[in-house]
C-alpha cells in the first residue's frame, strides 16, 4: 500500500500561485509514476499533470501546460504541482495518486490516491 498526503491548497486570487505537495509512504516512492488530477463536484476527475518515477518525463492537460509544472524529489518521497497563472477555472479539489503500469494520463492508470486539498480561485 501507498498512503499519499496532499497538502497547499487554498484561497488565492486570479494570477496569483499555489504550490500543492504530496507526501508518499508505505513503499519505495520511486518506483511509481506519479500524477497530479482534478474534480469539481458534479463532473468527472480530469487529469492535470504526471511525472516519471525518475523524474525525466513529463505530461501535462493542455489546459494547465505553461502555467503549472509537475516536479519530485525522491529523497523527501515528494510530488509538487506548481501552479502559476491561476484562473477561477482551475478551481477543483486536486489530487495525488501514485501508479506502477508506467507514466499515464488516465485515472484507470494509478493505484492510490490521496484525499486531496482544495484550490479555489477567486476573480
Known amino acids: 500500500q501507498v498512503q499519499l498526503v496532499e497538502s497547499g491548497g487554498g484561497l ?5 500561485s499555489l504550490r500543492l505537495s504530496c507526501v508518499a509512504s508505505g ?3 520511486s518506483n511509481y509514476d506519479m500524477g497530479w488530477f482534478r474534480q ?13 518515477r525518475g523524474g525525466r518525463s513529463t505530461f501535462y492537460a493542455d489546459s494547465v501546460k505553461l502555467r503549472f509544472t509537475i516536479s519530485r524529489d525522491n529523497a523527501k518521497n515528494t510530488v509538487y504541482l506548481q501552479m502559476n497563472s491561476l484562473k477561477p477555472e482551475d478551481t ?10 508506467g507514466i499515464g494520463i ?7 490516491w490521496g484525499q486531496g486539498t482544495q484550490v479555489t ?3
Open 40 to 52: 469539481v463536484p458534479g463532473k468527472e476527475r480530469e487529469f492535470v499533470a504526471s511525472v516519471s
Open 92 to 101: 477543483a479539489n486536486y489530487y495525488c495518486a501514485a501508479g506502477a503500469a
Open 121 to 123: 480561485v477567486s476573480s
Open 106 to 112: 488516465v485515472k484507470e492508470q494509478f493505484d492510490y
Open 27 to 29: 513503499r519505495t516512492f
Open 12 to 16: 488565492v486570487q486570479a494570477g496569483e
